[in-house]
């Protein structure tokens, strides 16, 4: 009689547990759009958030709380100005369901790390928005990125070209005033940081470098990955992956990568990953390796075995990585001759690498993004990398238990609470 007390007690204890259960990826957030709409996929459900059919043209950007979500459409009135095709930044409050335009031509909205306050360009001005008001922060800039304390930016001014050759691009370090209503000055708390070399080398490659962008910090802060690009005809077939400390003494040109070419770092150690290699896809699905550099000492491992070439990558862990991988082969504007990519885990150190994802015939598997608070990996199964319509799949970090997750979606990204985060 005790002991059926005591299992029923037991069971007593642990049925609120089962009775809270949910599926583990109804606690990521994802903004998504679909056939000119803004929507979002939370609890499990998806919601049509916008009402009018609009262009979205940036990946839509979550605030660091998951309250807020920014997005740039294309205006649908004449803006006076350089720009062709003006864009608005508006933004929406996933508990108001309210939404609220930021300004009526912006582009490139960056959420701060550690506050709700938005970056973002109108022309060459950096700006930066509270949610009631903006303000602007500096001029002639190009590309910029947060500081992780969110009290500063690394900025970029672009190569100029004069009657004597171009100028060099120049990296700069652009403070925040506590108070942004005091702010008087758009020079004050600007600091150069680095002037690039008007022309980088890499073993038997150089380019000429016109532009810096997509600057990613390291793990603990002391490093800075981004893309030196020359003219943008020549940047869709040769750019280059560099690193630079955080305080502008040391500067390496690490690899050489094309258009699409992007860095990332592993979770918790200085490892940086990037597809190395030249040329542009329709000259052929080849030289397209999965490296990693260790830093401070700089070295790097190239993960790609022989014949095989690779279109994307996430890292899973500090010493593993999901790759979207094909056989090499030749371009062929037939989209039923080109081939179709599967997903690779690679474990570093460990000469086995398994394939993970096996698409039916005539869809390939690309853009692998490792979700860690869920211990889940997502990508897009496309029929064609042209086509308009894609799905989103998820899985576990093995690929089983593979499913669809989101039908029809182009743009997106996902919000993650920290405090959630798993190990792998």
């Known amino acids: 009689?005790?002991?059926q007390v005591s299992l029923l007690l037991i069971f007593l204890i642990i049925l609120p547990v089962f009775a809270q259960a949910k599926p583990i990826e109804e606690t990521i957030r994802v903004a998504f759009i679909r056939d000119g709409y803004l929507w979002l996929k939370m609890n499990g459900e998806e919601k049509k958030i916008t009402h009018v059919g609009s262009k979205y043209t940036y990946q839509p950007q979550w605030s660091h709380d998951g309250k807020w979500v920014a997005y740039q459409v294309e205006s649908k009135k004449e803006v006076s100005g350089e720009s062709e095709n003006p864009t608005e930044l508006w933004v929406y409050n996933?508990?108001?369901?309210?939404?609220?335009?930021?300004?009526?031509?912006?582009y490139n909205p960056q959420w701060s790390p550690v506050e709700n306050l938005l970056a973002f360009k109108i022309g060459g001005v950096l700006n930066i928005s509270n949610l009631d008001r903006f303000y602007n922060i500096a001029l002639g800039v190009g590309d910029f990125g947060w500081y992780p304390d969110g009290r500063s930016f690394i900025a970029a001014s672009?190569?100029?070209?004069?009657?004597?050759?171009w100028t060099n691009p120049v990296l700069f370090k652009i403070g925040l005033e506590r108070n942004l209503d005091a702010s008087t000055s758009l020079t004050k708390n600007v600091t150069k940081l680095f002037t690039i070399p008007s022309e980088l080398k890499k073993g038997n490659v150089s380019l000429l470098a016109i532009d810096a962008t997509r600057f990613l910090f390291s793990p603990d802060g002391k490093w800075i990955s981004?893309?030196?690009?020359?003219?943008?005809?020549?940047?869709?077939?040769?750019d280059f992956v560099c690193i630079i400390s955080s305080d502008g003494q040391h500067f390496e040109v690490i690899d050489e990568t094309n258009g699409e070419g992007v860095?990332?770092?592993?979770?918790?150690?200085?490892r940086l990953g990037y597809i190395a290699g030249g040329g542009r896809i329709v000259f052929g699905f080849k030289n397209k390796n999965m490296k990693v550099t260790e830093l401070p000492a700089f070295t790097s491992i190239n993960l790609t075995p022989k014949y095989f070439a690779e279109l994307g990558f996430?890292?899973?862990?500090?010493?593993s990585l999901i790759v979207s991988r094909v056989k090499e082969t030749e371009w062929s504007n037939d989209p039923k001759k080109r081939p179709d990519p599967s997903l690779f885990l690679i474990k570093i150190g460990n000469q086995q690498q398994a394939k993970i994802t096996n698409p039916p015939r005539d869809f390939g598997d690309y853009n692998p993004s490792y979700l860690s608070s869920i211990n889940k990996i997502t990508w897009l199964r496309i029929k064609d990398v042209a086509e308009i319509k894609r799905d989103l799949w998820i899985a576990d970090t093995d690929g089983k238990n593979a499913k669809l997750w989101i039908k029809n979606i182009r743009e997106y990204n996902f919000f993650e609470d920290s405090s959630n985060k798993k190990s792998p």
Not at 226 to 238: G, L
Not at 263 to 270: D, E, G, R, T, Y
């Open 263 to 270: 860095a990332k770092w592993a979770p918790h150690l200085n």
């Open 158 to 165: 672009g190569a100029s070209l004069r009657p004597d050759g």
């Open 226 to 238: 981004f893309i030196v690009s020359p003219t943008a005809s020549w940047s869709m077939d040769s």
């Open 94 to 106: 996933v508990e108001t369901k309210k939404h609220k335009r930021i300004a009526i031509e912006g």
């Open 314 to 319: 996430t890292w899973k862990a500090d010493h």
């Open 1 to 3: 009689m005790k002991k």
